[in-house]
């Protein structure tokens, strides 16, 4: 059986993450607190972030950009789209 987890941006009991995404306490944090689904809709909108503004990850602007937006998308709350996308509708 798979690990569950209380899903910080859904509210709800949903499958957890295998491992911690990455090392330190902010990685534990993650583990114990995000579903995989939520984890995977954020790489998802973090691919689409640094892709369509051109992001440099070398930049400690960008990633303290990332990072704001992601705790943001985790949590639930509004976070930036590219400039003109349109979410695929259902």
């Not at 973090?46 to 602007?61: A, G, S, V």
């Not at 990633?63 to 509708?89: C, I, M, N, W």
Request: net charge neutral; with cysteine.
């Amino acid at each position: 059986m798979s690990r569950t987890v209380f899903c910080r941006k859904y509210q709800r009991e949903m499958e957890g993450l295998d491992k911690p995404p990455f090392p330190g306490p902010k990685g534990q944090e993650l583990f114990e607190h995000i579903s995989r689904q939520a984890w995977q809709e954020w790489i998802a909108h973090q691919t689409m972030l640094i892709n369509e503004k051109k992001l440099n990850m070398m930049d400690m602007t960008a990633r303290t950009y990332l990072t704001e937006q992601r705790d943001r998308f985790l949590s639930g709350q509004s976070v930036d789209q590219a400039e003109g996308y349109v979410p695929p509708s259902p």
